[in-house]
């Protein structure tokens, strides 16, 4: 008897469905902490490399190259500045054309062509002058033309490395979370903590390791790390490609505040009746396309009432095409162009009380430095502190303090008192006060150690002071401070008085701030100079104990006091705070509860702030 093999349909089997093929590997969605460890690596050995240069650059030129203290003032200030100023540019090309990744790809690689060509200075004898001098002779050999061609062609490699790195980083690391849910804000706020631990690290590493080893043992050796940590960081970053999310440039707002200040001014005899409302060209929000980027709407406000003449129709024939689009974004421009310049304006008084407090600040990075050279560093017999960990004492400060307010101060003052925390913490206003108060502190107690110093090596007739290099600490502890209490506030005060959308222009202005007090300290020496050059000049020259340094930092304090009576008579009423949504006074910044403009879907025109 022939067996059936095939079941017949009454089998319960044969009712039973097809065994499914196996479920394909679900592929890991991009960003997330799968694109920040790499990103986090590239920024901790980037960190590392460049910390490590600008830590002792100072000491590098007056030992290696034998520049006099007017010059090698100059050259650090005007770098430093130059460094600043690109980060504008990096974030005009970032949001413009390239994006954030390639930005930031290639800011990596032309900072290791700088640090490349700096260690090169320090490992080919013949591109430094011939002996370095330490500033005890007055015949010190100068470098040639060329030799000063190739540091200042490395130093401007560097600069434009950090126009592409600085504006790009945090931002790039910040696309990698939805922000939309909570659980992507919750992971973007850790995401800054790790980031400044990394930082952190990197930047004790810098200033202990590195700096001893270009100070004590090799510079060849110490710039040679620095060199093969970004060639580290570029490798970390590029392992990362396939966990990245790549935002797509949405256009720079610095051309729309250029076309704004334009259309304003071509429009500035336009008058507007008190009891009319202006027709303003205010077109609903076009949808970007891309899911993960916010579309903000910002609201009409009453203040800087001069740029709304930018937004104002006179005549739609001339003005319009047949979509109602402008004809020419050079003489109308929509309301919101206007807000986002009147953004920018908005936060200027307090951007120039940040470059007073700055201006102090940068002085410990040049003539800081120089004092402790011309101190007793020695600690027991053979070691001998290196002037760049000077600044680690500005890092304790800073980091000591904001221990002791969030840690100590805080849970203290709320349990003793019916106040919440958010009404205990200092306002904006008494910390930029208080680190303005710091700042003039510190150029008076500098002022007074370096007269000591000078006494002292005058009267023991040496080049060396035998005054220990101990009493910098408190300038360089009042230096943390002052960046603790000014520096996070001002930069804080930036960032909440910015739309989510303008975050990057926030760090941008931030950053120029910096440059904008680099230029100026510059020129503030050499007016100095200019006026003082004689037998007992304030500045200038390798030996200090032919100076009178302590004039020049009671100068800059003098400064400080001024910087503080114009923000308390002036900028400080820009600061406002405790304002409800939609209050406006039509003079200062606008203080929301919650400082960012409603996400606003494109589709509804009616979902304003």
């Known amino acids: 008897m022939e067996m059936n093999v095939y079941k017949s349909s009454s089998s319960p089997e044969a009712h039973q469905d097809p065994p499914k093929p196996p479920r394909p590997a679900r592929k890991k969605s991009p960003g997330g902490w799968r694109a920040i460890k790499y990103i986090l690596g590239n920024e901790s050995f980037e960190k590392l490399a460049s910390m490590s240069l600008i830590a002792n650059m100072t000491v590098y030129l ?22 600043n100023v690109a980060s504008l540019a990096g974030a005009f090309v970032s949001d413009t054309y390239l994006g954030r990744f390639r930005t930031l790809l290639f ?15 320090a490992s080919i004898h013949q591109l430094r002058p011939s002996h370095g001098c330490h500033g005890q002779s007055q015949d010190c050999p100068q470098p040639n033309s060329w030799q000063l061609a190739i540091l200042f062609m490395g130093l401007g490699l560097l600069s434009i490395g950090a126009g592409g790195i600085r504006p790009c980083n945090i931002a790039f690391g910040a696309d990698q979370f939805d922000t939309r849910t909570a659980k992507g804000r919750a992971q973007l706020e850790s995401f800054f903590n790790w980031w400044y631990f990394s930082f952190t690290v990197a930047l004790v590493i810098a200033l202990t390791g590195v700096v001893y080893i270009q100070t004590n043992i090799s510079w060849a050796v110490g710039f040679g790390i620095p060199t093969a940590c970004l060639a580290f960081s570029i490798t970390i970053f590029l392992l990362g490609q396939h966990a990245y ?45 891309c899911e993960r980027q916010v579309v903000i709407k910002y609201p009409h406000t009453n203040r800087f009432k001069f740029l709304d003449r930018a937004a104002i129709i006179t005549n739609p024939n001339q003005e319009l095409d ?54 007793d560093r020695s600690i027991g017999p053979k070691f001998h502190f290196p002037p760049g960990w000077m600044n680690i004492t500005s890092m304790l400060a800073l980091a000591t303090w904001i221990f002791t307010y969030e840690r100590i101060y805080l849970p203290l003052a709320k349990k003793f008192s019916r106040s919440s925390s958010t009404d205990l913490r200092f306002t904006m206003q008494q910390r930029i006060n208080t680190g303005i108060v710091l700042s003039i502190l510190t150029m008076l107690v500098s002022g007074i150690v370096e007269e000591h110093r000078r006494k002292s090596a005058l009267k023991h007739g040496s080049y ?65 100079h200019k006026a003082t050059e004689g037998k007992s000049p304030w500045v200038g020259g390798h030996d200090l104990n032919k100076n009178k340094l302590d004039c020049y930092y009671y100068i800059i304090a003098g400064l400080g006091a001024l910087n503080l009576v114009y923000f308390n008579l002036f900028a400080r009423h820009y600061v406002l705070v405790g304002k409800k949504p939609g209050h406006d006074s039509g003079k200062g910044v606008v203080q929301l509860e919650n400082p960012n403009p409603i996400a606003r879907d494109s589709s509804n025109d009616e979902n304003k702030v």
């Open 62 to 83: 007056t030992t290696k190259y034998n520049l006099s203290g007017i010059f090698m003032v100059n050259v650090v200030n005007i770098w430093n500045g130059s460094s």
């Open 107 to 121: 800011g990596c690689f032309s900072s290791l062509l700088g640090m490349g060509t700096i260690a090169l200075t």
């Open 245 to 289: 999310i790549y935002m797509k440039p949405q256009g720079s707002i610095f051309s729309d505040v250029a076309k704004v200040i334009i259309a304003a001014c071509r429009k500035s005899r336009v008058r507007v009746a008190p009891d009319s409302e202006p027709n303003f060209y205010d077109p609903p929000l076009v949808d970007n396309g």
């Open 322 to 375: 047949d979509l109602c689009k402008p004809k020419s974004g050079w003489r109308l421009c929509s309301l919101q162009q206007v807000e986002q310049l009147k953004f920018l304006v908005a936060i200027l008084p307090v951007w120039v009380t940040a470059i007073g407090t700055f201006i102090t600040m940068d002085q410990m990075n040049t003539f800081g430095v120089l004092q402790a050279l011309q101190m």
């Open 464 to 528: 060396i002071s035998p005054t220990s290099f101990s009493l910098l600490l408190p300038q360089y502890f009042l230096t943390g401070l002052t960046e603790s209490f000014s520096a996070v506030a001002i930069m804080e005060f930036f960032t909440m008085q910015m739309p989510e959308s303008m975050r990057t222009v926030a760090g941008a202005v931030f950053f120029l701030s910096l440059s904008v007090s680099n230029y100026l300290g510059s020129f503030i020496v050499n007016m100095v």
